[in-house]
Nanobody, 118 residues
Framework: QVQLVESGGGLVQAGGSLRLSCAAS????????MGWYRQAPGKERELVAAINSGGSPYYADSVKGRFIISRDNAKTLYLQMDSLKPGETAMYYC?????????????WGQGTQVTVSS
């Protein structure tokens, strides 16, 4: 079992910055990949950024150059978001994966709301 708790969301004006944090607890030694997803009302959930156990990052094309994902040795996950746009208003979720393929398990936090005003 893995528990994830996000923090750092809030209200920011367009062009501003926020840093999201995700604290993992439980069987954190079993985690391989972690990432951030977001979902706006009426839209599908999308992967924003991810990072594997080796520290290799992945970014959605829409956030490249503006967001940075990082992960410390205790598996605390961060997302630094710069130059935020109103269209990025969404609930942001931390996710963690254990195992691989058919043995894969995915865990989700409760989310943190990010609102970008115009």
């Amino acid at each position: 079992q893995v528990q994830l708790v996000e923090s750092g969301g809030g209200l920011v004006q367009a062009g501003g910055s926020l840093r999201l944090s995700c604290a993992a607890s439980g069987s954190i030694g079993s985690i391989n990949d972690m990432g951030w997803y977001r979902q706006a009302p009426g839209k599908e959930r999308e992967l924003v950024a991810a990072i594997n156990s080796g520290g290799s990052p992945y970014y959605a094309d829409s956030v490249k150059g503006r967001f940075i994902i990082s992960r410390d040795n205790a598996k605390t996950l961060y997302l630094q978001m710069d130059s935020l746009k109103p269209g990025e208003t969404a609930m942001y979720y931390c996710a963690a994966r254990t195992g691989w393929g058919e043995d894969e398990s995915n865990y989700w936090g409760q989310g943190t709301q990010v609102t970008v005003s115009s």
